[in-house]
């Protein structure tokens, strides 16, 4: 379905947003300028957001990280 560009900005706003809260809430009381984080893990959070098909999140992360993205997120978690 096509969507209007100013609507697609709109949800990008929104998705960008969103993941920006994230990082945020998980960084704590850093600032996000401080905090060292997983590029694999952001680049994750992007694709999803956006809603990328399988072959786009492929092209961008490359099959060799979208692979190793693929494995950690079903891993279980570690405490």
Known sequence: MFQPPSTQRFQLVG????IR???????????????EGNMGMLL??????????IDEQIQVLGPELFHEMKDFLKSPVQN
């Open 21 to 35: 809260q994230e990082w945020q809430d998980a960084a704590g009381s850093s600032s996000l300028i401080e905090v």
């Open 15 to 18: 998705t960008l947003t969103r």
């Open 44 to 53: 994750a959070d992007l694709i999803n957001g956006v809603g990328l098909g």
